[in-house]
């Protein structure tokens, strides 16, 4: 099993970054493909980034791409997402979580995950 803490959160303004961090307990972390997902009030759970278990590959929403980098660094069982350029679209609950995944159209899916952390809010205000 795989136990996950995110942390990072907060109000930002538009236009400014926040960083992300997801910290993961459990030896077997470096063998768990890792994704943020982000839920706005009254909307689903919508695929933010994903990276593979040994960090070579790497994958965005449309919405979020050249303004959002996920990286991990599995010696610190530790995923993050620096968020640049935020808009007030940005704002929700932002979760990250773990799975072992054979596909990429996987990692877009919120239901391809088997561990979550209990999120932590991102607020963009204009």
């Known amino acids: 099993q795989v136990q996950l803490v995110e942390s990072g959160g907060g109000l930002v303004q538009a236009g400014g970054s926040l960083r992300l961090s997801c910290a993961a307990s459990?030896?077997?972390?470096?063998?768990?493909?890792m994704g943020w997902l982000r839920q706005a009030p009254g909307k689903e759970r919508d695929f933010v980034a994903a990276?593979?278990?040994?960090?070579?590959?790497?994958y965005y929403a449309d919405s979020v791409k050249g303004r959002f980098t996920i990286s991990r660094d599995n010696a610190k069982n530790t995923v993050l997402l620096q968020m640049n350029s935020l808009n007030p679209e940005d704002t929700a609950v932002y979760y990250c979580?773990?799975?072992?995944?054979?596909?990429?159209?996987?990692?877009?899916?919120?239901?391809?995950?088997?561990?979550w952390g209990q999120g932590t809010q991102v607020t963009v205000s204009s």
């Open positions: 979580a773990a799975a072992r995944l054979y596909s990429v159209s996987a990692y877009a899916r919120a239901g391809s995950y088997a561990y």
């Open positions: 459990g030896r077997t972390f470096s063998s768990y493909d």
């Open positions: 990276i593979n278990y040994n960090g070579g590959s790497t």
